[in-house]
């Protein structure tokens, strides 16, 4: 198992430009196809089934690193943090029995559950923190998705240098997983807008970039396909894995 997680991660770092050869790497065909073998063979042999590891709190980083895109300047952004996010709503919906706008207050009286998790980024850091949120399983079970609906895509407020929004996805399975997580806290205090506030997505099973931040919206779909790039990620239409487990 650890020689698969090695592959897996080691080509995951070439595309990330964590070596010399990344740039070559990322226009090379071949080596697509290879790391598209490389993920299929990650996903059916290590899964999500299992737990990531979760640590004490004296285990929990002093340093954890900002990831690459900047915090969102939109006017809409600048306004929920003016109100302190009390006209933030967290809008699932698409394929579902009961879409819903969620209010940051509404989410904050829900179940919590906390863990300390390490963060694998593809950049080439990791960091333990404790997380405080919702299980997203749990809000999944209010809206109820419908028959076909396969996967749970992330919509977030930030966007890069060009305008592309950010957004990211997982398969329901991997949304339903007891430590995926809807984060509210980071450390035992609301997370800060450099770090995705309100509300970030947590998913410890899978590298950081799944992890999306400043989640506006959580739209149900039967396939990603017809989505921005049509791979399910900002970082996959860019020649990321889909399936980035660890």
Request: some cysteine.
């Amino acid at each position: 198992m650890k020689r698969q997680l090695f592959i897996a991660t080691s080509l995951s770092a070439a595309l990330a430009g964590c070596s010399a050869i990344g740039t070559k790497l990322n226009d090379n065909a071949r080596f697509h196809s290879v790391l598209d073998s490389a993920e299929a063979l990650d996903q059916s042999i290590i899964g999500t089934h299992g737990l990531a590891k979760e640590y004490r709190a004296q285990d929990i980083s002093t340093n954890f690193p900002l990831d690459s895109l900047p915090t969102p300047m939109n006017s809409y952004y600048n306004a929920i943090v003016r109100d302190q996010f009390r006209s933030y709503k967290l809008v699932v919906d698409g394929a579902v029995e009961r879409p819903h706008a969620f209010t940051l207050a509404q989410l904050e009286k829900m179940p919590q559950k906390r863990d300390i998790t390490r963060h694998d980024c593809v950049e080439g850091w990791s960091a333990i923190a404790q997380w405080d949120g919702v299980p997203l399983a749990d809000v999944l079970a209010l809206v109820r998705p419908r028959a076909g609906a396969k996967f749970v895509v992330f919509h977030s407020m930030d966007s890069d240098q060009q305008g592309t929004a950010y957004y990211e996805s997982l398969n329901l399975h991997q949304a339903t997983h007891p430590q995926t997580l809807l984060a509210l806290r980071q450390n035992g205090k609301p997370i800060t807008a450099d770090r995705g506030a309100p509300v970030r997505l947590r998913v410890p099973t899978q590298l950081g970039y799944k992890s999306a931040k400043w989640v506006r919206r959580i739209e149900i779909v039967g396939s990603y396909g017809s989505l921005f790039g049509g791979k399910g990620g900002y970082w996959e239409d860019q020649g990321y894995e889909w399936y980035a487990g660890i």
